[in-house]
């Protein structure tokens, strides 16, 4: 069956950089595309980006251009997340889910990451 | 990219119906027939329980139903169970390859 499992929670200082890892198994990698969403303590989720595993092709979300950062390793069948320049307000739990065929829904999600953003 | 309004709440008692709506624009839920709805329990990932604003994934029990008028989408749960007691979210492609989500609802099963 379709599993995503996410690398581990973090805890990061105002300004590091944090990437996580989202290795995908259970199907053909490159046929269906990666997003990354996070969810902040007590709100509702937030699209983050998404990437095309097929040619690389990215796009993300308007807030972040400029310190996220996401690609793929199609010989491992790993998708990363790269957020950069951390501020508080980045703390939050990242999750990656895989993207139907038509584009319509995200039926797959990993476990979740928590990234901590705190001096 | 789009943030979509849902109610923060609704409640109802097992074996009633309830129906959160979600709204936004023309240029998502109006524009395009690409809403999902998701169920989270508290620590847990979201689960695809609607998608293509009326379809079930198999598993998803019948109970759930998915409609769409103009820029609201809604999710209704009838012979509602303890289990449904959740979080719920709704999410619309905005073109572009871009999509928003809902702020979420608590069902709570009284």
């Known amino acids: 069956q379709v599993k995503l499992v996410q690398s581990g929670a973090e805890v990061k200082s105002p300004g590091a950089s944090v990437k996580v890892s989202c290795k995908a198994s259970g199907y053909t990698f490159t046929t269906y595309n990666i997003g990354w969403v996070r969810q902040a303590p007590g709100r509702g989720p937030e699209w983050l980006g998404w990437i095309s595993t097929k040619s690389g092709s990215t796009n993300y979300v308007q807030k972040l251009q400029g310190r996220v950062t996401m690609t793929t390793e199609a010989s491992t069948s790993i998708a990363y997340m790269e957020l950069r320049t951390l501020r508080s307000d980045d703390t939050a739990v990242y999750y990656c889910a895989r993207l139907d065929r038509s584009g319509s829904s995200w039926p797959d999600w990993g476990q979740g990451t928590l990234v901590t953003v705190s001096s | 990219q789009s943030a979509l309004t849902q109610p923060r709440s609704v409640s109802g008692s097992p074996g009633q119906s309830v129906t959160i709506s979600c709204t936004g624009t023309s240029s998502d839920i109006g524009g395009y027939d690409y809403v999902s709805w998701y169920q989270q329990h508290p620590g847990k990932a979201p689960k695809l329980v609607i998608y293509d604003v009326i379809k079930r994934p198999s598993g998803v029990p019948d109970r759930f139903s998915g409609s769409k008028s103009g820029n609201t989408a809604s999710l209704t749960i009838s012979g509602l169970q303890a289990e449904d007691e959740a979080d719920y979210y709704c999410?619309?492609?905005?073109?572009?390859?871009?999509w928003g989500f809902g702020g979420g609802t608590k069902l709570t099963v009284l």
């Open positions: 999410c619309s492609y905005a073109g572009s390859y871009t």
